[in-house]
């Protein structure tokens, strides 16, 4: 099969590929980049663990070929902490409310709730975030703990943002 060439910035570096047209963007980010924090859990984009930022949006990467994301901004669970190792503060959030036990759906929980925190900024509740994260699916933890770490980071990043 023809290769395609394509080039992307991911978590703020420029990255060129040639890829096969029908390659996932999961498996470019895994098995091409050995970004390995977005987990394949079940190809069908039903379990989240996927999730990246894609120009701006949160997308389950496993329903992404990467020659759609050519010219893009790929931001994964590698990228968002701070270049002095400073957590992004659903990290510290995650940390602090134990919302995480295994941790095999902790990077798409934290990607798909840094979009939804953007979207939604202060105006978060409980509802809001259980409804929202509906798409992703935690096997261990009964999402108590994770909607604790969602909403005390959105608190986190309102304060960091209004004094901006």
Do not use: W
Not at 22 to 28: A, E, K
């Amino acid at each position: 099969m023809a290769k395609t060439q394509i080039a992307m910035k991911v978590n703020g570096k420029a990255v060129e590929a040639l890829v096969e047209p029908r390659m996932l963007l999961i498996h470019f980010l895994r098995e091409q980049l050995n970004l390995t924090g977005p987990h394949i859990g079940c190809d069908t984009s039903h379990c989240g663990a996927c999730t990246i930022d894609l120009d701006g949006k949160s997308v389950k990467s496993c329903t992404v070929f990467a020659v759609q994301a050519d010219g893009g901004e790929v931001l994964t669970i590698e990228g968002i902490a701070a270049a002095d190792g400073t957590l992004h503060a659903l990290q510290e959030g995650f940390r602090e409310m134990h919302g995480l036990q295994c941790g095999f759906c902790t990077p798409g929980m934290i990607m798909s709730a840094i979009d939804i925190v953007h979207r939604h900024g202060g105006k978060l509740d409980e509802t809001t975030v259980r409804h929202e994260l509906e798409g992703n699916i935690c096997r261990c933890t009964g999402y108590h703990n994770i909607v604790k770490a969602v909403l005390d980071a959105a608190s986190r990043m309102s304060v960091s943002q209004a004094a901006e």
